[in-house]
């Protein structure tokens, strides 16, 4: 089936208006009039060597590594602006007080395997799988919401490179091989679409800046179908502030940050644990309701940021043990 969607509908999935039909909240006095960033660069890692543990050996199954690059450009390609209705980009402060988008490119990826290191798929486990993708999105954002659509495109099997980079991560660390990678999900193409819109609020009681934010999205495709809602908080010390085109109505403190966060899913397909269609060789069986939660720490300067988080998530299929806890490094780069 063929889908077709035209300007005026995407504006209206993104809620886009036309610019300058709105003229409240412009709130430029929040950011200097020097703040200019027209790139922001993103540079992610999880593993589960990663996560906060007591004196225990680190797991090394389930969602064990993934990485991931994107860069955002403040404003969204002109083509793309044109066929929304001409809204301006969000380089500028001012532009998000009528709306304005922006555009992401990137890549990710991942690594899956069972908690069972044998040479052979064992049922119920989820089997050994990598991915590749790049991802692509375009983001509307007004003074206190972004709402994003994106596309995730992709490959698994050993076009992922999944093997040959454990393999490689297991020789420098000295961990155990992984025995299955025979047994990996096949090279296929994947495909997802998903839409997020997510509220932020900002408060400065006294000494302390408290952000929080509540989210949820849809996902449809090959690789991920369900649904996700979420709240998170940011607190920092109410310092000197910075603007960046994806903070929305108010800047952030520059310096230390503690965050944390609880998100809810509902799953109606996962590639990782179901296996591709028709795949009669997984034997895994899905749990439907997902949940996870993270704390972290980091740090915001003028030209970027370095964060760590811990996250444990919920059961994602019926055998599995329990519980998954990884860590996540981001580091971000602003670019004028």
Not at 63 to 89: E, F, I, K, N, S
Not at 95 to 100: E, T
Not at 126 to 140: D, K, V
Request: aromatic fraction near 8%; charged fraction near 20%.
């Amino acid at each position: 089936m063929r889908c077709v969607l035209s300007g005026a509908s995407l504006a209206a999935l993104a809620g886009v208006t036309p610019a300058g039909a709105q003229s409240a909240g412009d709130a430029t006095d929040t950011a200097p009039p020097a703040t200019q960033v027209a790139r922001i660069v993103r540079v992610s890692l999880d593993n589960d060597l990663f996560a906060l543990r007591d004196s225990a050996l680190p797991t090394d199954h389930d969602y064990t590594h993934g990485m991931g690059a994107v860069v955002q450009w403040a404003d969204a390609p002109a083509r793309v602006r044109g066929w929304l209705r001409d809204v301006p980009g969000c380089a500028r402060a001012e532009a998000r007080g009528h709306g304005c988008l922006m555009a992401s490119l990137g890549a990710q990826q991942a690594i899956y395997t069972p908690a069972s290191n044998e040479t052979f798929r064992v049922p119920g486990q989820r089997p050994h799988a990598g991915y590749l993708g790049l991802i692509a999105s375009i983001t509307h954002v007004v003074p206190h919401r972004q709402r994003t659509v994106r596309l995730d495109v992709g490959t698994t099997g050993r076009p992922a490179l999944a093997a040959p980079l454990q393999r490689a991560m297991h020789a420098v660390t000295g961990s155990t091989t992984e025995l299955g990678w025979s047994n990996q999900l096949g090279a296929r193409p994947t495909l997802a679409v998903r839409f997020d819109e997510q509220w932020q609020a900002d408060a400065a009681p006294r000494w302390v800046h408290v952000r929080t934010r509540g989210q949820w999205g849809v996902q449809a495709g090959t690789l991920r179908t369900g649904a996700v809602v979420g709240a998170a908080v940011q607190v920092a010390p109410n310092r000197r502030r910075f603007w960046t085109p994806h903070d929305g109505a108010e800047p952030l403190p520059l310096g230390p940050y503690l965050l944390g966060g609880v998100r809810q899913e509902l799953v109606a397909r996962d590639l990782f644990v179901d296996g591709h269609f028709g795949d009669r060789s997984v034997t895994s069986r899905r749990e439907t309701s997902v949940w996870q939660t993270e704390v972290g720490f980091g740090w915001r300067f003028a030209g970027g940021s370095s964060e760590y988080r811990h996250v444990r998530r919920g059961r994602e299929y019926a055998a599995q043990l329990r519980p998954h806890s990884y860590g996540a490094f981001v580091f971000t780069w602003y670019r004028p």
